[in-house]
């Protein structure tokens, strides 16, 4: 999108509400400046996020990271969170940032860094489940719409040749999206065992779900859902009619979109289907241990999910997999079922990278270890070199432009120390001295940068420090 796209050449710049302009490299912690926003301009307050901040500023040795911890763990509940009970029951909407607008995908990687607090923060535990609840209202407004406003209004992209609403900022069709809903509720059930937000909406919801994704396997036709857009960007809008470019059903759901929000250039989207693969186990977990007095319903809906996800499971393994002369065995990032195999991989989430990371495979799965040395060499065309770094881009922010996300999913799915250190070393080296994350930054000059206030990212650094807390605490001994 066209606001997604503005890149920045900072002197001074406004961070998430924050003045932060150029200073040396400070060596101490008490010396770098405050550009978290102040507690009483912030939209929602935590106990234990703050708890983990006090925590972990004494566990990171080195005083950059410890300052970015500071700064990007809370920015979601700082900035995004707006949260209060509606007819009795808890209603969270999370925008992304810089957009007014609660995304399906970010909300939910947004929040999720601090589910492992829930159990001492009942404040936290609320507004987490207002955001299910929320979520699932979304839902039933649309299931094919990846991003919503919290209440009628007019979007930038209300004449877009698709079935817009009120409600809606964007109506992009991507699997990822509903796989997000169903991971933020079963880990939000399996770590507080709070089973109300799983009521008749929400199991409503997650037959919505199941009829959506079965249309977008395309065995009876492309399905109701089309999208069009008149725009210089030929990523925002679709081709063939409205429909993508064809496909021969095989048993994958067609994604019209990438994570990214760019269009698909073949509709079958891997990383997705996988994350289904996943997401519809979970839910069919959810609905047969919470049932209760809709058992059967449940227990009917939980079968066609396991069934949903085992076609999708052996249709991976049939349709995905490229034998690349070079790799051996890959995962493709795209395929149509007529044979057409797309190779790249973007540092959006889920990518080809970052599946173990969503519980798809395991970090040593041979195909993911081959797909992983594909996506980090030359042969990947979204992965850039340069004077500023190395990592993962994407169409998105055209070429040249790496990705903080695509590190940090490189950092978060690694076991080599040596790889995760020089990942630390680049996050501290690229963020132009601002104190957060962004979207994306030149690979020759980190001051020309997308996005001064994304959260979904900033988060997602918190929740790679609290992760190398965890497994790799040495890690966090050193200075870089």
């Known amino acids: 999108m066209f606001q997604r796209r503005t890149f920045i050449k900072t002197g001074a710049l406004a961070v998430a509400g924050i003045a932060a302009s150029r200073w040396s490299f400070a060596k101490n912690a008490a010396d770098f400046p405050v550009v978290r926003i102040p507690a009483d301009k912030r939209s929602f307050t935590s106990p234990a996020v703050e708890a983990t901040i006090t925590r972990m500023k004494k566990v990171i040795k080195d005083p950059e990271l410890a300052w970015l911890f500071e700064n990007c763990f809370p920015n979601t509940i700082d900035t995004t969170v707006h949260y209060k009970p509606i007819d009795g029951k808890p209603d969270t909407f999370v925008i992304t940032g810089d957009i007014d607008a609660m995304w399906l995908r970010d909300s939910t990687a947004q929040v999720w860094p601090y589910l492992p607090l829930l159990k001492e923060d009942s404040k936290l535990k609320d507004m987490v489940a207002g955001l299910i609840n929320r979520q699932t209202k979304c839902i039933h407004i649309d299931p094919y719409a990846n991003a919503f406003y919290d209440r009628p ?99 994958l759901i067609a994604s019209t979109f990438r994570p990214s929000d760019d269009a698909a250039i073949y509709p079958f989207f891997v990383p997705s289907n996988f994350f289904a693969v996943v997401s519809f186990r979970e839910v069919a977990e959810l609905l047969e241990k919470t049932g209760g007095s809709a058992g059967g319903q449940d227990a009917a809906l939980a079968a ?177």
């Not at 809903?181 to 399996?190: C, D, H, V």
């Not at 008749?200 to 857009?229: H, N, S, V």
């Not at 979207?439 to 001051?447: A, L, P, R």
């Open 153 to 251: 209004k007019e979007s930038e992209w209300t004449k877009d040749a698709t079935e817009m609403k009120p409600m809606l900022h964007e109506r992009k069709w991507e699997l990822d999206s509903l796989c997000y809903t169903i991971r933020l509720a079963y880990n939000y059930w399996k770590i507080t065992g709070d089973t109300k937000p799983f009521d008749a909406d929400w199991r409503k919801a997650m037959g919505l779900i199941l009829k959506t994704c079965k249309e977008q396997q395309r065995k009876d036709g492309p399905g109701p859902y089309k999208f069009g857009r008149v725009t210089a960007w030929s990523t925002d809008t679709v081709p063939g009619n409205g429909y993508g470019n064809p496909v021969k059903p095989n048993g």
């Open 304 to 480: 066609d999910f396991k069934a949903l996800a085992l076609e999708v499971e052996n249709a991976l393994k049939k349709y995905a997999i490229y034998p690349h002369p070079e790799f051996g065995k890959i995962y493709a990032f795209e395929v149509d079922g007529f044979g057409n195999y797309l190779l790249m991989d973007d540092a959006g989430i889920p990518g080809l990278i970052s599946m173990p990371y969503l519980g798809a495979m395991p970090v040593k799965d041979p195909v993911y270890v081959n797909t992983r040395k594909f996506v980090l060499s030359d042969s990947n065309p979204y992965f850039f070199k340069g004077k500023a770094g190395e990592g993962l881009g994407s169409p998105h922010t055209l070429v040249n432009q790496i990705w903080p996300m695509g590190i940090i999913a490189r950092a978060i799915t690694s076991t080599d120390d040596k790889e995760i250190e020089a990942q630390l070393k680049l996050l501290k080296t690229t963020h132009n001295h601002t104190g957060f994350m962004h979207e994306s930054f030149d690979k020759d000059d980190q001051s020309k940068f997308t996005r001064k206030w994304f959260a979904w990212v900033n988060t997602l650094f918190g929740e790679l420090i609290l992760k190398l807390e965890k497994e790799r605490p040495h890690l966090l001994a050193k200075v870089y």
